[in-house]
């Protein structure tokens, strides 16, 4: 099952509203009404029903939701421990999918080097165990098939050349920066995914906030309920908030800005590049190069040991799936996917059944930032202010596929309310 959106919404259309408050200052917000939220969709489900679905649920993020779905129904199963050699083919599986969803961006930078970064990012799944559009790679314990030898050195030999090509996009989105329409600066929190050694990781098992670049709390995924509310709990545009400032001072954001801004890289190249970042607009354009060439970097060191320890004989990809049990509870499974952090809730019985489930998305999140940017854009005189309303929205990125539309074709609705 899956959810097509342009059965519901024009993909290609948006819709801003600006309202006045009590003092008549214009404020606007990019209307998520047309979005449906699809968490009910899992409910009353057994586990396994519900692994299938996610895989299926959204057809411009599949990988991440079938990672955050898989991760909270491995804590909600009696495999929980994972093998080190199937736990780095979901994490392959994941760098593609970020590589491959921020390549399609660079296609109008530079189309050579985008067309190399979605060449090597199918690599990349196909080498994971998912070579069609949709994810089947991951099921609870593991993964339903080892990597194949020959794909990971066929991936290997195309890295070089795809870390080239990221390098050159990165020296272009820095020369681009001067040219953007709307501030990146935001009052709230970042929110991204860290390592057990506490350093930036979109496949990370820990969340980090910080504001203003320093570091306000770290927490696991089982705390994320107590750590993170919702203002308009299951509404489209639920206002989520980090629980101990409260919804106003609580407001966050997620994705490429906010995955650079919690703390340093772990790779050479993108360390250097993010520091440049820093020093400048600190744009999400740029970030998402940024990122691509992390991943890009870190992909080397995967297949080494991915090859390294296939050649060891180490082949324990999952434990046979009917004897996988769950137990009653609740779980939370996270990813920082390309739009950043995906949270899947799930709450089961002793039979294996979702009693209930909460996702949240990353546009979900990021709705009061894109508000924020938003308002600013109407600030804009007639000239420029369509394509501030634009950049607003490439900037926070929401999951639809007007966010990828070309310079002035997006078709925007700007209602006024009184």
């Not at 299938?52 to 411009?60: Q, R, V």
């Not at 927490?219 to 101990?244: K, T």
Request: hydrophobic residues 40%.
């Amino acid at each position: 099952m899956k959810i097509n959106l342009d059965e519901i919404i024009d993909p290609m259309q948006g819709r801003v509203v600006i309202t006045p408050d009590s003092r008549g200052q214009a404020h606007a917000h990019f209307d998520l009404q047309g979005l449906p939220r699809i968490d009910g969709m899992l409910v009353g489900k057994s586990a396994l029903e519900a692994l299938k679905m996610t895989e299926h649920l959204c057809g411009i993020c599949p990988v991440a939701h079938h990672l955050a779905g898989i991760r909270a129904l491995d804590a909600l199963s009696s495999n929980s421990e994972i093998s080190q050699v199937a736990e780095l083919t979901r994490r392959l599986l994941h760098y593609g999918s970020v590589v491959e969803t921020h390549s399609l961006r660079f296609l109008r930078q530079d189309r050579d080097s985008g067309v190399t970064l979605k060449k090597v990012s199918k690599q990349m799944l196909v080498a994971a165990g998912s070579p069609g559009h949709f994810p089947v790679t991951a099921v609870p314990g593991g993964v339903r098939n080892l990597p194949n030898i020959e794909d990971l050195i066929k991936l290997q030999e195309e890295l070089p050349a795809a870390l080239a090509s990221a390098e050159k996009l990165c020296e272009l989105a820095f020369n681009q920066q001067s040219h953007t329409e709307v501030s990146s600066q935001f009052a709230g929190a970042d929110l991204a995914l860290i390592n057990e050694d506490a350093n930036p990781d979109i496949f990370g098992n820990r969340v980090r906030a910080a504001r203003a670049g320093s570091i306000w709390k770290e927490f696991d995924f089982e705390e994320w309920n107590q750590q993170v509310a919702e203002e308009n709990p299951g509404e489209p545009a639920p206002r989520p908030y980090l629980s101990a400032w409260g919804p106003v001072q609580g407001r966050y954001r997620v994705g490429p800005v906010a995955q650079l801004s919690v703390g340093v890289l772990p790779s050479e190249l993108a360390s250097t590049a993010q520091e440049h970042w820093l020093a400048g607009s600190r744009d999400a354009a740029s970030a998402r190069v940024i990122i691509t060439l992390h991943v890009l970097e870190k992909t080397v060191e995967l297949i080494s040991e991915l090859l390294r320890l296939l050649e060891l004989g180490e082949l324990e990809g999952c434990p046979p799936q009917e004897q996988v049990r769950f137990q009653e509870g609740v779980a939370t499974g996270l990813v920082d996917g390309p739009r950043g952090l995906l949270a899947h809730t799930y709450r089961s019985d002793s039979q294996g059944i979702i009693t209930a489930a909460t996702i949240l998305t990353p546009t979900a999140q990021n709705e009061p930032w894109l508000a924020d940017l938003l308002t600013q854009a109407i600030g804009r005189d007639d000239t420029g202010r369509q394509a501030a309303l634009e950049q607003s929205i490439r900037e926070a990125d929401p999951c639809l596929p007007l966010s990828s539309a070309p310079e002035g074709q997006m078709g925007l609705r700007v209602d006024t309310q009184h």
